[in-house]
């Protein structure tokens, strides 16, 4: 049975950095393209919008409202990815999570609270 585990939030100030993990039990990791996701702002239930996606030979893209503050990486032999944030804003307050690109009912975890507030 895959696990996925995030970890790595917290609270930090405007301007500070945070770095979450999450690793991927059962032996696929290194066959899928993964991401970080996170609980759109305002939007209705527990909408997620991808913020960030890592392919299996290490290419990656970035939306632009986290391009050059968010460095996602991953090491498949840890069967674990990460996402290294800097300069955070109170905008990026909010439930990060991480799963396959596209986004698959197993490969959900329980996502890490992000908060950014003076």
């Known amino acids: 049975q895959v696990k996925v585990v995030e970890s790595g939030g917290g609270s930090v100030q405007p301007g500070g950095s945070l770095s979450l993990s999450c690793t991927v039990s059962?032996?696929?990791?290194?066959?899928?393209?993964m991401g970080w996701y996170r609980q759109a702002p305002g939007a209705p239930g527990e909408q997620r919008e991808l913020?960030?996606?890592?392919?299996?030979?290490?290419?990656?893209t970035y939306k632009d409202f986290v391009r050059g503050r968010f460095t996602i990486s991953r090491d498949n032999d840890k069967d674990t990815m990460y996402l290294r944030m800097n300069n955070l804003e109170p905008e990026d307050t909010t439930i990060y999570y991480c799963?396959?690109?596209?986004?698959?009912?197993?490969?959900w975890g329980q996502g890490t609270q992000v908060t950014v507030s003076s």
């Open positions: 799963s396959s690109v596209p986004g698959s009912a197993a490969l």
């Open positions: 059962g032996s696929i990791f290194r066959f899928l393209t």
């Open positions: 913020v960030t996606t890592i392919l299996t030979n290490g290419s990656t």
